[in-house]
């Protein structure tokens, strides 16, 4: 518990949510929801994909209405102006600030404008400046460890650059309570780690905080107590300290959830053939610094980390199409790949988990069955002759949707947006991977995924696997590069910094470390060149 937190008992709480239910349709998605969030808190909000957390926060955004229940803000009831229930402005008004999964950035206007139109524009001698501005803006980004130039378009920014300029938006006005969801989903374990700093001494001056992860491994030191919500009913509100991790992941489940089991490396190379699946060779591309080389096994899961702006979801994006090579070249069966055509790309058999959900990954609007159809196995219930059988149809997308553990999964034409975050990224990942691809570019692929959902998709990960897939597991979470791969590379300036032959042998801290420690030095493990010389030859 803080220290800040002390004497709780003696000031109205920062947040107290009481009785709150909420509705969708038939399914209860809140149900009597009532805790409290003490100023000076960092209070975590956990819960399985779809218990209804995100629901929670929409409802004190004012985004949604509640149907039953009230909301207190220091110890007065959050209500529009203009009478019964609240809206966004109220909650503003209230000196709330949000960051939701959905970062709603302007995307056409640089970092430093997102954040200066809530902060407000700084002026020399009556004028806006933009010089005086900017400084003001790279100043906020600092505290955060953010190192982005605050005169970036948002839209060139990656994912994470993007959650961590939202953050920065949020806290740039020194808000008394911040709602955190799921921020630390795209982030590398070093960047959670600086945010965490800025958030403790955030908390020192009062501030009260409402953080929804699926990371566990990151409230350890960061959270004073956790509420986790389980079907829409609170199951529990407890001191962390008070916690064990099993017992943790026990409230979260509803069960036990088997540990993660670390993969050993195909013991033969020979079983899926001794020739690499996937042979890169000193490919460069506008975006990324390389020349970079690698190869990849049919059968093999090889893990790539690095830290914010090291080259890792450049590289994945190159896979997907996105970018052209500048030079080198990168070969699937001994045959070029297209890199920089998305669609040749794809019926080549490249199938890419992309990293931005919200911008690459699911179709909004659409319905389960459309945001599969690009599954050829889903959808192998085509009848012969060519025509369609939407009755075939339904039963394989419903098929896919069990296999990948997606909830509600009661009809295909469900619109995708209904779906949980976590929920639409199993959607995703089940268009990714249902078609047993050549090679499977997985970027982040379990982001906002539970817990207990996880091991269901690394399961399936590792039966691509040894069906003969080869895969690189890109992830900003280092745990599982750690605990799912055969073999890992730490990217740094676009360039390999350090490979690690076993991933058996390397820890979590190990491959942060790893991301930290490079310096143009540093040796190639097993080439003993350096970064220069790969940067030269
Ligand atoms: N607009 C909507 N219409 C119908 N159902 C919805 C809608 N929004 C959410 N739901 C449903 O409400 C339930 C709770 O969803 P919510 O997004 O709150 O879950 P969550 O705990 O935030 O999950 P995640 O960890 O995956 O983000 C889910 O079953 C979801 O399908």
């Avoid at 009481?18 to 956990?46: C, M, N, W, Y």
């Avoid at 975050?421 to 539970?450: H, Y």
């Avoid at 996880?454 to 690189?472: K, N, P, Q």
Wanted: glycine share 10%; with cysteine.
């Amino acid at each position: 518990m803080s220290e800040a937190s002390a004497d709780w008992a003696l000031e109205p709480p920062a947040l107290r949510f009481s009785g709150l239910t909420k509705r969708f349709g038939q399914s209860e998605v809140l149900q009597g929801v009532s805790f409290d969030v003490a100023p000076g808190e960092i209070h975590a909000l956990l819960g399985a994909n779809g218990a209804g957390k995100s629901t929670l926060i929409k409802i004190l955004a004012g985004v949604y209405s509640l149907d039953s229940g009230s909301i207190e803000v220091h110890g007065v009831p959050l209500e529009s102006a203009h009478g019964h229930g609240h809206d966004p402005e109220a909650a503003r008004a209230a000196g709330i600030a949000f960051v939701h999964q959905d970062l709603g950035l302007v995307e056409d206007i640089s970092v430093a404008d997102n954040i200066a139109l809530q902060l407000g524009y700084e002026k020399r001698f009556g004028l806006v400046s933009s010089r005086a501005t900017s400084a003001r803006v790279a100043r906020v980004l600092a505290t955060i460890g953010a190192e982005f130039a605050p005169d970036r378009m948002v839209s060139s920014l990656s994912r994470d650059e993007q959650v961590l300029c939202a953050v920065a938006r949020a806290l740039a006005l020194e808000p008394r309570i911040v709602i955190l969801d799921e921020v630390s989903a795209s982030l590398p374990k070093p960047e959670v780690e600086r945010l965490s700093r800025s958030l403790r001494s955030m908390r020192r001056g009062g501030a009260a905080f409402l953080y929804v992860t699926h990371r566990l491994d990151e409230l350890t030191g960061l959270v004073d107590r956790v509420t986790v919500l389980r079907n829409g009913k609170k199951v529990v509100t407890a001191a962390m300290s008070d916690l064990s991790h099993d017992a943790l992941v026990r409230h979260i489940v509803g069960a036990e959830v088997r540990a993660s089991r670390r993969r050993a490396r195909p013991q033969d190379d020979s079983a899926h053939g001794r020739v690499p699946k996937l042979v890169v060779r000193d490919l460069t591309t506008d975006v990324m610094t390389g020349p970079i080389s690698f190869d990849v096994h049919a059968g093999e899961v090889l893990g790539i980390c690095g830290l914010v702006g090291s080259g890792t979801r450049e590289l994945a994006q190159t896979f997907a199409g996105a970018y052209k090579p500048t030079g080198g070249t990168a070969e699937l069966n001994g045959r070029g790949l297209p890199l920089g055509r998305p669609e040749a790309l794809a019926s080549r058999g490249c199938a890419v988990v992309p990293g931005d959900r919200q911008r690459e990954g699911i179709i909004t609007g659409l319905a389960l069955r459309e945001n599969l159809l690009p599954t050829r196995r889903a959808f192998g219930a085509w009848s012969r002759a060519g025509f369609r059988s939407p009755g075939r149809e339904t039963q394989a997308v419903l098929r896919t949707c069990e296999a990948f553990g997606v909830v509600p999964r009661d009809r295909a034409d469900r619109d995708v947006s209904e779906l949980s975050g976590g929920n639409q990224q199993k959607i995703v990942f089940a268009r990714a991977l249902a078609d047993r691809p050549e090679i499977a570019v997985l970027e982040d692929p379990t982001a906002g995924v539970d817990i207990g959902s996880r091991e269901v998709l690394y399961d399936l990960i590792h039966e691509a696997a040894d069906a003969g897939t080869a895969v690189l597991l890109i992830s900003t979470d280092f745990e599982e590069v750690a605990a799912q791969s055969h073999r890992v590379l730490v990217l740094s300036h676009g360039l390999i910094a350090a490979e690690f032959p076993d991933a058996r042998e390397v820890s979590a801290d190990r491959l942060a470390e790893a991301s930290y420690a490079v310096a143009p030095t540093t040796r190639l493990p097993g080439t003993g060149r350096s970064l220069e010389d790969q940067a030269r030859s």
